[in-house]
Nanobody, 115 residues
Framework: QVQLVESGGGLVQPGGSLRLSCVAS????????MGWYRQAPGKQRELVSQ???????NYADSVKGRFTISRDVAKNTVYLQMNSLRPEDTAVYYC?????????WGQGTQVTVSS
C-alpha cells in the first residue's frame, strides 16, 4: 500500500504561483512514476504532469512552460511548481503514484485561481 499526502493548494490571483507537495509513504525507488492530475467541476480528471523513475518528465500542453515537476528522493516527495496561474487552472489536484503496477491517489488539494 502507498499513502500519498498532498499539501500546498489554496487561492491565488491570476498570474500568481503555488507549489504543491506530495509525500509518499513508501521508498521512492520502488515507485515507477509519480505525477499530478487535476479535475475541474464537470470535467474528467486529466494528467497535468508526471515524473518517471529515471527522471523523465511529461506535461499537459496546457501547462508546458508554466508548471515544473520535480522530486526529492531522500524525502520521498514530489513537487509541482505552478507559475503564471490562470483561472482555467482551477481544480482539485491529485497526487498519483504507480507502485507494483497499481495506481494510488492522494486525497486531493484545491487550487483556485481568481481575482
Amino acid at each position: 500500500q502507498v499513502q500519498l499526502v498532498e499539501s500546498g493548494g489554496g487561492l491565488v490571483q491570476p498570474g500568481g504561483s503555488l507549489r504543491l507537495s506530495c509525500v509518499a509513504s513508501v521508498n521512492r525507488f520502488s515507485i515507477s512514476a509519480m505525477g499530478w492530475y487535476r479535475q475541474a467541476p464537470g470535467k474528467q480528471r486529466e494528467l497535468v504532469s508526471q515524473i518517471m523513475i529515471g527522471s523523465a518528465t511529461n506535461y499537459a500542453d496546457s501547462v508546458k512552460g508554466r508548471f515544473t515537476i520535480s522530486r526529492d528522493v531522500a524525502k520521498n516527495t514530489v513537487y509541482l511548481q505552478m507559475n503564471s496561474l490562470r483561472p482555467e487552472d482551477t481544480a482539485v489536484y491529485y497526487c498519483n503514484a504507480i507502485w507494483m503496477g497499481l495506481n494510488y491517489w492522494g486525497q486531493g488539494t484545491q487550487v483556485t485561481v481568481s481575482s
